[in-house]
């Protein structure tokens, strides 16, 4: 029960699933947390041995850690700053009212400079003027205070006793505001450092997943697998790659497969089409998933005419003699991320199957499609038909070359 209650403080208003400790909201959590717990600890302390100005520090102890249980129900209710300016102020308002209790020296002004060196750690990189100004006000009332014990001291040492003491004081309030401003660059520089390995792992990720399935994968655990009732699929081949890669170095048949995948994939980009993955030399994207979309089969043809186009520069720019198989087929749609270490987003059912009976059936330069594209198509584009042809697997299905787009 106690550490669920430990953890429900700390956490308050954090995204449990965050891989992040080093968190401005969670240490201000922390921080009102050791302030009550510190505070508390001297309550005992201050009824046994302070007998005239006991019961008021008792007072404002109670008072303060009260105030104090405010911080994680602000940060809950997403009031960031107000919950750090909150804990400054009330952290403040003890320390100063104790000096004036007290009167005398007692040295709890120290804990000003304690603040100066934990106030980097609790602003983000945008909030560093404010954290400047909150940091030197804690080194200014530190100062103050000093030079108040000075003059209500100065019957009781003497004068060069005085000047050493204050002296050593004063050094050692700058020394905090220097590791407090250091301690604030490397922060910062951290954060920075942060941000560009997150930025290089989003986009990492979203090379390998859509960029959809890639934010529920990263807020859920849960297995991922979603059905779409009419989807289409687009495979696309080159015709005789493997007497290719005789012919050329091992940069040579890379740069050239790079160069082909790219100019795909802003012709995949173009159309809003999403690229699932490649396989040797085998291309393959689906239209209609994981964002639903009732143009499904127009942008797969399309994004197959400029592919087609596409290549044919390709093979011209090398002097290549060899040329694209695409396959495209419409239906129902399984998909989801497989594996663990090296997982990938995948499609199963009737529209992959017939993509790919498309593709390794076609003919070089042609692109094959099935009756069901032909029939949602027929009005943007221009098909001559081919009949029916046996599939392995699927049997005797009809089938149509898509030759051009209609003009109209």
């Avoid at 300016?85 to 005398?104: D, G, H, N, P, W």
């Amino acid at each position: 029960m106690f550490k669920l209650a430990l953890q429900t403080w700390i956490w308050s208003g954090i995204n449990k699933a965050s891989s992040e400790d080093f968190n401005p909201t969670r240490i201000t959590n922390i921080i009102a947390l050791l302030c009550i717990s510190v505070s508390s600890l001297h309550v005992p302390i201050v009824l046994y041995f302070v007998a005239q100005s006991g019961y008021q520090e008792l007072i404002l102890i109670i008072v303060c850690a009260s105030l104090l249980t405010l911080v994680p129900l602000l940060n809950r209710f997403q009031a960031y700053l107000i919950s750090k300016l909150f804990l400054i102020i009330v952290f403040a308002t003890y320390i100063l009212i104790s000096c004036l209790i007290r009167q005398e020296n007692l040295n709890i002004q120290y804990f000003f400079l304690l603040a100066v060196v934990i106030c980097p750690f609790l602003f983000k990189e945008t909030e560093s003027s404010l954290m400047f100004i909150i940091t030197l006000s804690f080194f200014l009332l530190f100062v103050g205070f000093e030079f108040w014990f000075y003059y209500l001291s100065v019957n009781t040492l003497s004068f060069h006793q005085q000047i050493v003491k204050i002296s050593c004081s004063i050094s050692f309030a700058l020394s905090c505001l220097l590791c407090g401003y250091h301690i604030r660059r490397i922060i910062n520089d951290n954060w920075q450092k942060l941000s560009m390995e997150r930025e290089r792992s989003e986009r990492l990720l979203l090379n390998i997943l859509p960029s959809s399935i890639a934010e529920r994968l990263k807020n859920s655990p849960d297995l991922i697998a979603d059905y779409f009732e009419q989807a289409s699929i687009l495979f696309a081949d080159i015709q005789d790659f493997t007497p290719l890669c005789k012919d050329l170095s091992p940069r040579q048949l890379v740069n050239l497969l790079n160069e082909v995948f790219c100019v795909f994939d802003n012709i995949t980009q173009k159309y809003g089409l999403e690229k699932i993955k490649t396989n040797g030399d085998g291309y393959m994207v689906a239209g209609g998933l994981p964002i639903i979309s009732s143009s499904h089969a127009v942008q797969c043809c399309f994004c197959a005419l400029d592919m087609q186009d596409a290549f044919k520069n390709i093979c011209k720019k090398h002097n290549l003699h060899t040329g694209l198989r695409i396959g495209i087929g419409c239906g129902e749609v399984i998909a989801g991320i497989i594996g663990k270490s090296k997982f990938s987003y995948d499609l199963w059912g009737e529209a992959v199957n017939l993509a790919s009976r498309m593709e390794s059936h076609g003919l070089c330069h042609k692109i094959q499609v099935t009756e069901s594209t032909y029939k949602i198509t027929k009005n943007c584009f221009y098909f001559d038909k081919r009949g029916s042809i046996q599939a392995k697997g699927l049997g005797w299905i009809n089938t149509y070359w898509l030759v051009s787009r209609k003009t109209n």
